[in-house]
């Protein structure tokens, strides 16, 4: 039962707040179990980056652990897993901001940084967080075009206003895949204003492949302005905990932890994230499937004369041509629905052609290669 709606309490909030269009996570398994009365354990989900072979061992056994003690509150120092991020990465304490997924760091950057009247920089199909965090604080959000789907670099620093607070840069992004060599993000970092954050996504640093990882936390001494920020939720297999961190200047981590609700982080995220994080074996595990697994998707793409755009996530992104002029993303979604198969639609990023499959098993790519052949009714 719904009581009247409280038309004259809502009108109360902000306008920025109200013109918030809402956020669209990829679709559960039960919710589509639900709705098309289907087996949950026939469904393959591809839909939110997450890694198919679950958490590490390592993570578990800590999991097991802390299970006795959650009758008390968490550290919300995040001592034991700043001291492991401090040995991994070579940072003091201070360097550290732990959140509640990087998402809670992104947010806490944007409530530090962001108000009305101040603006935030990201590019054209980046991720949604950032207009997001950015128009939740009254802030102005501008995305600059693409190119080739990727970050438009020299046209990102060109377009920081005096307003400017914020740059966010996703490197890998996501939903595209694309990749901005290093070379190329420490020239821009160069050119941006030391008044200007910049805030470095790497969520999907782990994957990428060998000869283009580089040590982008050693910049942090060159660039007192640099926020980099990593996630437990994708390679380490946490995506259901909610943990994540920013490295970044100690007096920027003064300012965030301002703002940071004392006990963001829960003790099952925090323990679990410590053991994850030197758990070697499994992220190369976890890794070479997923090399793997982008060439199982990028081979069966070919066969079906599919146009990808190249990605070295955990993800690749496919374009459908379209039918009467007709973008055909959201058809075909909901056509793999009906086979058991849910990827992500990316029309909200203004990529209506596109659908963006997360890599699994070998056997889900299957199943999806199996199911987007049917549908596409070859
Ligand atoms: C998945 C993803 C994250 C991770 O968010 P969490 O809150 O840590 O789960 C962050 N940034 C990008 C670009 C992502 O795709």
């Known amino acids: 039962m719904a ?32 709705e098309y009365n289907l087996d949950p354990a026939s469904i393959v989900k591809l839909a939110s980056n997450e890694n198919p072979l679950g958490l590490s061992p390592a993570a578990k056994l800590a999991l097991q652990r802390e299970i006795a003690d959650l009758a008390r509150y968490p550290d919300g120092g995040a001592f034991d897993l700043k001291v492991a991020l401090c040995r991994r990465y070579r940072v003091a304490q201070e360097n550290i901001v732990v959140g509640n997924g990087s998402n809670d760091v992104l947010e806490l950057a944007a409530a530090a940084f962001l108000a009305p009247g101040a603006s935030a920089v990201y590019s054209q199909h980046a991720f949604a967080v950032y207009p ?16 080739q789907f990727g970050h438009d670099l020299d046209a990102m ?62 910049w942090l001494e060159r660039f007192p302005n640099l926020m980099i920020v990593r996630t437990f939720s994708k390679v380490y297999g946490l995506a259901g905990l909610r943990v994540g961190f920013g490295l970044m200047h100690p007096a920027v ?13 829960n003790n099952l995220a925090l323990a679990a994230a410590a053991a994850a994080l030197h758990d070697d ?17 990028e081979a069966g793409a070919r066969q079906l004369d599919l146009a990808f755009i190249s990605s070295v996530g955990n993800f690749l992104t496919i374009e459908f041509a379209r039918v009467q002029g007709k973008p055909q993303g959201g058809v075909i979604f909901e056509k793999l629905l009906r086979e058991g198969v849910i990827v992500r639609p990316v029309a909200g990023y203004e990529m209506p052609d596109h659908l963006r499959v997360t890599v699994g098993t070998g056997v889900e790519n299957d199943r999806f290669l199996v199911a987007l052949t049917k549908v596409l009714g070859r």
């Open 3 to 34: 009581a009247m709606e409280p038309r004259d309490l809502c009108e109360q909030s902000p306008s920025y707040v109200r013109s918030i269009a809402p956020y669209q996570p990829g679709k559960p398994i039960a919710e589509l179990a639900r």
């Open 132 to 147: 997001l965090a950015t128009l939740a604080r009254g802030a102005k959000g501008i995305a600059v075009p693409a190119k």
């Open 157 to 218: 620093a060109a377009a920081v206003r005096t307003d400017t607070r914020i740059v966010f840069l996703a490197n890998p992004n996501n939903p595209t895949g694309t990749f901005a060599p290093h070379a190329e993000v420490e020239r821009f970092l160069a050119k941006i204003p030391r008044n200007v954050l910049v805030v470095l996504d790497e969520a999907y640093n782990e994957y990428l492949p060998e000869a283009l990882r580089f040590d982008t936390v050693k």
């Open 253 to 265: 981590a003064d300012l965030l932890n301002r703002v940071r609700q004392p006990f963001n982080v």
């Open 281 to 297: 074996a499994f992220i190369e595990k976890s890794f070479k499937l997923n090399r793997d697994g982008l060439k199982q998707f």
